[in-house]
């Protein structure tokens, strides 16, 4: 009878779950005592919407129980298998305080995933869905207080997150083209190198940016930091390491394409040249990155500080790429070719406090200021 009721609800399914994850232990002889026998499964994931990176995780709770609802904490794990409608990353079940849990890892850019579980093939739970998005989960940034800031390595990328955000979720990535190659010349320079941070804080859409530092020596203070943003602001960014490259899906859906193992750029929306270590640290220009997508670019620059806070000099960034100087902000239009130089204090809180707080939440903000003080607004990408 258990067997028909498990073949009534698979078909009864929107689609089959195609992909099964069980323990190894599945194929050795059962551990469950016989005189156990489970009745219902119930399931439910922690986090039921989550940023499809291929990085955020969440956990599947499992309960169990008999024909007389008692809840089983005697049922041995690997006897519970997990069917799927996406393919994922799933770690074996375990059971840790009375309740049978999994780590669910979504692949990059998967599509909502859709799950059951049954326990040695007799008894199945009803769906569950775990709901995917690229998008930003919501507007404006609500500061944490994160005592720090956590980063681990995940092949050739960094992924980061503050620690008062949640464990299985990431809040930026990045990496490091330490030379030697065109970009970094680092035999006849040491300690330089051009590092990339895309960060999207509680992945929210107000700061998402790209952050850009080049290193020309050792000397912190020396250091020239660029920040750009992208509009509009459609989703958030996502890092796919391919074979041969490392590519990033930028908040406008445009492309940055490196080579995964120099971190060189070479398609996408940007050209580079090489970082600057001329002596004169008064003169070295900024990032040599120039734009040539078609939404809309934000940059501004600082030579050892944060660029949204100022600058030590007094030169205005420059209207072509916003390669030379710090003051005021580069604004680019990639369709119209218009550029737009306006005050950092436009975008930006003058305090230096964390995090940074970027004035406009919505795009809907940012178009109308682009129009009133640009005479442009933001493109449909």
């Known amino acids: 009878m258990r067997f028909l009721v498990l073949f009534l609800l698979l078909s009864c399914s929107q689609a089959p779950l195609k992909y099964k994850y069980s323990s190894s232990k599945r194929y050795l002889a059962s551990l469950t005592r016989e005189d156990i026998s489970v009745d219902r499964i119930e399931g439910e994931v922690k986090v039921d919407l989550i940023f499809a990176s291929g990085l955020d995780s969440t956990v599947l709770v499992v309960k169990l129980f008999d024909e007389e609802g008692n809840l089983l904490t005697d049922v041995d794990p690997s006897d519970l298998t997990l069917s799927t409608s996406e393919d994922i990353e799933a770690k074996p079940f375990v059971l840790k305080q009375g309740v049978y849990k999994a780590q669910i890892l979504p692949r990059v850019k ?102 850009i530092d080049d290193s020309p020596n050792d000397t912190v203070s020396h250091t020239m930091h660029s920040v750009f943003m992208f509009f509009p602001r ?78 030590f000099e007094n030169t205005k960034i420059d209207m072509e790429h916003g390669i030379k100087g710090s003051a005021d902000v580069l604004i680019i239009h990639g369709q119209s070719g218009q550029r737009c130089r306006r005050p950092k204090s436009d975008f930006w809180e003058p305090l ?19 129009k009133q003080h640009c005479g442009f607004g933001l493109p449909q990408l």
């Open 110 to 211: 998967s599509k909502n995933i859709r799950m059951r579980v049954d326990w040695q093939e007799k008894v199945l739970s009803k769906e569950i869905v775990l709901k995917t998005t690229q998008a930003p989960l919501k507007n404006s940034v609500f500061p944490l207080n994160h005592e720090y800031s956590q980063s681990r390595s995940v092949d050739e990328i960094s992924v980061s997150r503050g620690s008062a955000f949640p464990e299985t979720a990431t809040e930026g990535f990045s990496f490091e083209n330490m030379g030697d190659n065109p970009i970094v010349d680092a035999t006849r320079n040491r300690y330089s190198q051009r590092g990339f941070h895309f960060d999207y804080l509680e992945q929210a859409r107000q700061n998402m940016a790209l952050e």
């Open 352 to 370: 230096d406090v964390t995090p940074i707080e970027f004035k406009f939440p919505t795009d809907e903000e940012f178009d109308l200021y682009l």
């Open 234 to 311: 459609k989703r958030l960014p996502i890092v796919e390491q391919l074979s041969g490259t490392i590519n990033v899906t930028l908040p406008n859906g445009e492309k940055m394409i490196f080579q995964r193992d120099s971190k060189e750029i070479v398609d996408g929306v940007f050209t580079e040249g090489p970082v600057d270590v001329s002596r004169d640290r008064h003169k070295r220009q900024y990032a040599d990155l120039k734009y040539r997508g078609q939404g809309v670019i934000l940059r501004a620059n600082a030579r050892g500080q944060s660029p949204q806070l100022g600058q």
